[in-house]
């Protein structure tokens, strides 16, 4: 097994990031175990049936297929999250945004809150599971990606997310609704500009164009959203986006002429303008 494992990280050397890594949780996979079990029996012999699936796995992620779509899972807050070829990897900056909504939630708040463009649910279940007394609604467009959302929120139990599918606030609409229901309106939507597909990762391409492609600028999703989200939104509530790195100049554009005040960009660890966000006033002036 320890020659497997070298072998492996030397074959994904060239694909930069963490090829032992990659190697490491491929072959638990291949096993049907967990990493941390390969430690246990690092000088086992490997059957030759799961040799094959190994190999396999490594020559899929050669060509650039993300590990978390080869294992079918992904760790993000804390939560293991199944992924399919219907949604996108969650990303470890995307949990900047979880960390910037739960700041803006009091602990114990009974809050509506809405997740638009959920993919495998990760921002509404991470917020679902910090904030249990808040009532999360969380909607897609992709019917696949939503069987998947419900699917994670089933196996880890959180019962105060509903999944609701369509686009954007299409599924919040109900005859009779009163308006600004919801405390907070978050989404992580697709920013991709029309000319940069060549310049992305080519990890990419595993992953749903839909929820990746935003239009020539890369904006299309941020103006639908900002322009509908003060309709939705109670007297004083947030909206929340995470966006490229190079948008947050436009984002926040987008969020004070939708007559959004208290506008701001946390940078992400890299130092990189990741998540903007506004609110809604509370009163007329």
């Known amino acids: 097994m320890d020659q497997l494992l070298r072998d492996g990280a030397r074959r994904l050397g060239g694909l930069g990031g963490s090829p032992r890594l990659d190697a490491e949780l491929l072959l638990a996979h291949a096993l049907g175990q967990g990493r941390e079990d390969l430690y246990r029996s690092l000088f086992a012999t490997v059957p030759a049936d799961t040799e094959a699936r190994y190999a396999a796995l490594l020559a899929r992620r050669e060509a650039r297929c993300p ?39 009091p602990a114990d708040a009974a809050w509506s809150v809405a997740d638009l463009g959920t993919g495998s649910g990760a921002i509404a279940l991470a917020v679902a599971r910090e904030r249990p007394a808040c009532r999360v609604v969380a909607t897609d467009l992709s019917k696949p990606a939503l069987a998947v959302a419900r699917r994670n929120a089933r196996a880890l139990n959180i019962l105060n997310v509903t999944f609701k599918q369509g686009n954007w606030f299409e599924p919040l609409i109900r005859p009779g609704a009163r308006k600004g229901h919801f405390h907070l309106l978050v989404s992580n939507p697709p920013y991709i500009a029309a000319d940069e597909w060549k310049l992305t990762d080519p990890e990419l391409g595993c992953e749903p164009r839909i929820a990746l492609d935003g239009g020539r600028d890369g904006l299309d999703a941020y103006r639908a959203i900002t322009a509908s989200a003060p309709r939705y939104l109670h007297p004083g509530g947030w909206l929340l986006l995470e966006h490229g790195f190079r948008q947050g100049d ?19 660890l890299a130092g990189r303008p990741r998540v903007s966000e506004g609110r809604i006033r509370e009163t007329v002036p």
């Open 250 to 268: 436009e984002v926040r554009a987008l969020l004070k002429g939708a007559g959004f005040h208290s506008v701001g960009t946390t940078a992400d």
């Open 67 to 105: 590990v978390a779509q080869l294992t079918g899972h992904r760790e993000f807050w804390s939560l293991r999250l199944e992924v399919t070829p219907a949604t996108l990897v969650p990303r470890p900056e995307t949990e900047l945004l979880v960390e910037r909504v739960l700041e803006r939630i």
